[in-house]
Nanobody, 112 residues
Framework: QVQVVESGGGLVQPGGSLRLSCVAS????????MSWHRQAPGKQRELLARITAGSTTTYTDSAKGRFTISRDNSKNTMYLHMSSLKPEDTAVYYC??????WGQGTQVTVSS
């Protein structure tokens, strides 16, 4: 049974930083491409960043320059480090494994 669990969200002030984690079990973690997405209230879910099995990374405009995606195959964990956070980054953040498996999401709120 595949389980995908995000963590690390919370309330942060504008300009602050957070690191999100995504832990997956029940899969052969190193062989999968993975990605981070987010969904703000009233908006569609959007892709932020992707990391391939070979650790090649790509970013969308929403994430470029402020967010960094990484993975640690020894811990079955993917990360999203976010800096210079803005109120418009407020959303539920999701990880996706292998274009198929989703976590339940973690809430990020950027507010003073």
């Amino acid at each position: 049974q595949v389980q995908v669990v995000e963590s690390g969200g919370g309330l942060v002030q504008p300009g602050g930083s957070l690191r999100l984690s995504c832990v997956a079990s029940g899969i052969v973690f190193p062989i999968y491409d993975m990605s981070w997405h987010r969904q703000a209230p009233g908006k569609q879910r959007e892709l932020l960043a992707r990391i391939t099995a070979g650790s090649t990374t790509t970013y969308t405009d929403s994430a470029k320059g402020r967010f960094t995606i990484s993975r640690d195959n020894s811990k079955n964990t993917m990360y999203l480090h976010m800096s210079s956070l803005k109120p418009e980054d407020t959303a539920v953040y999701y990880c996706q494994i292998g274009y198929k498996y989703w976590g339940q999401g973690t809430q990020v709120t950027v507010s003073s």
